[in-house]
């Protein structure tokens, strides 16, 4: 019998090491198919709660927030970019030029989980943002997106005009922060053992089977 696994994977899709982290755990997963399979949830985290609604330049935001140099952002990116490719992910440096708000794509994939399609909307969101270099702040692409992948872009626009599921983003952020996850991507197997960073496809791999070969690891 299979073993299914719960994985709570935190992050932001702002996050460059989110896209890396997520692809690299598809790749994992579908080494240890068929022994393994999970059921994957991915839960908010806001880099940047406060931003504004016309974003930030990105190379004035890192300097402000971490105070690196251009030439250490340069170096950073093109590592990105590089583990970005191995794992099958496509990073387009040379255009990103803003960060933005995600709050309301966080409330948008809060909804997207109960219809079955968070996982896509997730991706495809990464890849609006890293790749195709869009505003994820942007309410027209996100209705944009959901419809891509699926969703009704009718709801989709409703949801996002109303605000629902705002309090639902807070309190799955608020129970994270306290549970002590403080940077992402965070992935949280069976609700106890975390995994932390954008880690390459063996470790998370390692670590699929370890977590399963334990006593601890249900049947679903």
């Known amino acids: 019998m299979s073993k299914q696994l719960r994985i709570d994977f935190v992050s932001d899709?702002?996050?460059p090491w989110c896209a890396i982290g997520?692809?690299?755990l598809e790749q994992a997963l579908e080494r240890v198919a068929p022994?393994?399979?999970a059921e994957l949830h991915f839960q908010p985290f806001e880099l940047n709660p406060a931003m504004g609604p016309e974003g930030q330049d990105i190379v004035e935001h890192i300097t402000e927030k971490y105070g690196s140099t251009l030439e250490?952002?340069?170096?950073?990116?093109e590592m990105i970019r590089q583990r970005g490719e191995d794992v099958g992910f496509s990073f387009d440096m040379a255009r990103r030029g803003r960060i933005y708000n995600t709050f309301d794509a966080h409330r948008l994939l809060h909804w997207a989980d109960s219809?079955?399609?968070q996982h896509a909307l997730k991706l495809a969101l990464l890849e609006a943002y890293f790749t195709h270099c869009e505003d994820p702040s942007s309410r027209e692409l996100l209705v944009r997106v959901a419809g891509q992948v699926g969703l009704d872009t009718a709801e989709a626009t409703?949801?996002?005009?109303?605000?629902?599921?705002?309090d639902e983003v807070r309190e799955s952020e608020l129970f994270f922060q306290r549970a002590g996850i403080r940077s992402v991507p965070a992935v949280v197997i069976n609700q106890r053992h975390l995994i932390s960073g954008g880690q390459p496809v063996d470790v998370f791999e390692r670590?699929?089977?370890e977590i399963a070969a334990q006593s601890d690891?249900?049947?679903m």
């Open 13 to 15: 899709v702002s996050c």
């Open 22 to 24: 997520l692809k690299a």
């Open 35 to 37: 022994d393994i399979s």
């Open 72 to 77: 250490q952002q340069i170096a950073s990116r």
């Open 115 to 117: 219809q079955g399609r």
């Open 158 to 166: 409703r949801i996002l005009e109303t605000g629902e599921y705002a």
């Open 207 to 209: 670590a699929l089977r």
């Open 217 to 219: 690891a249900p049947l």
